[in-house]
Nanobody
């Protein structure tokens, strides 16, 4: 499964960004999908995940209430709407896929990864 993440950029604190992750040429309605992020020198950490049909969503406590994960299976795309961004959200953001229904929260649960998209939040 090839994943393509996009939508990163530079934004001021308090602003918003929407990340997208597409799987062109493949129907991924049977895949749980997740977003993770990684800062330089740190491990990759969980941000949000969504079940194959969108009925179950998991969030890291640090983004709960500010970020929203969603998916459009007709477009083979997932999204991460990020609001009220903070400088601590600055990181490279990765999307991931697992052929399963449940939205797992650990990196080792995901077999497929996209390239990162950089998000920088200035104070």
């Amino acid at each position: 499964v090839q994943l393509q993440a996009s939508g990163g950029g530079l934004v001021q604190a308090g602003g918003s960004l929407r990340l997208s992750c597409a799987a062109p040429g493949r129907t991924f309605s049977s895949y749980a999908m997740g977003w993770f992020r990684q800062r330089p020198g740190d491990e990759r950490t969980f941000v949000a995940a969504i079940s194959w049909n969108g009925s179950v969503r998991n969030y890291a406590p640090s983004v709960q209430g500010r970020f929203t994960i969603s998916r459009d299976n007709g477009k083979n795309t997932i999204y991460l709407q990020m609001d009220s961004l903070e400088p601590e959200d600055t990181a490279n953001y990765y999307c991931a896929a697992r052929r399963a229904s449940f939205p797992y929260t650990r990196t080792e649960h995901y077999a497929y990864w996209g390239q990162g998209t950089q998000v920088t939040v200035s104070s």
